[in-house]
């Protein structure tokens, strides 16, 4: 399904997404950041909590020697950092995790299966760890979009979106 060249690429575009992201809402007042928009997790602040929270726990799964669980569930994911310059450097520093993941995955754990216990349907699920990697960088980029809506409704100004227009030497 996926290869590790794959990984390595969305890996660079996470990076070069959430760097453009945490950009415009660093232009933004607190209060932008945190005002209820309509999202699935309100904020521009809840919504980016979320996205790390979420790839805090799909890595937990894929390199659970290197990574923890997060301590919460998905209710309270909008909250799992409160302050705005911790989540920018937990962003960072997530980012880095994911990117030395990218350069180390194994092809043949990417061939094989992934089994986990999901607290969202409460049993445990096996499915293709392809395709569970494919699903990761896919919540990353939808929740990445509601982001961008949100900045730009506030008056903020995201890079664009396009893969294509990823910069080549954006570091992997």
């Known amino acids: 399904m996926i290869d590790r060249s794959f990984v390595g690429m969305m890996a ?13 809402a660093g232009g933004l007042h607190e209060a932008a950041r945190r005002a209820e928009r ?13 996205i790390l929270w979420a790839d805090a726990m799909w890595m937990s799964r ?17 909250e799992l950092v409160a302050e705005w310059s911790e989540l920018c450097a937990r962003r960072v520093a997530f980012d ?6 990218a350069r180390v995955v194994a092809a043949d754990w990417l061939a094989g299966d992934l089994t986990w216990f999901s ?14 990697v494919a699903h990761f960088f896919n919540h990353q980029t939808h929740h990445r979009g509601q982001v961008h809506a949100m900045l730009t ?20």
């Open 12 to 24: 660079r575009y996470n990076r070069w997404q959430n760097g453009s992201l945490y950009a415009a």
């Open 38 to 50: 309509g999202a699935f997790f309100g904020s521009i602040h809840g919504t980016l909590s979320h």
């Open 62 to 78: 894929f390199w659970p020697e290197r990574v923890e669980k997060p301590g919460v569930g998905i209710k309270q994911s909008p």
């Open 96 to 101: 880095d995790v994911i990117s030395e993941w």
């Open 119 to 132: 607290g969202a349907i409460n049993r445990q699920v096996t499915r293709p760890a392809g395709l569970c």
């Open 153 to 172: 409704a506030a008056g903020a100004r995201p890079e664009d979106t396009d893969i294509f227009l990823m910069p080549e030497e954006t570091a992997a």
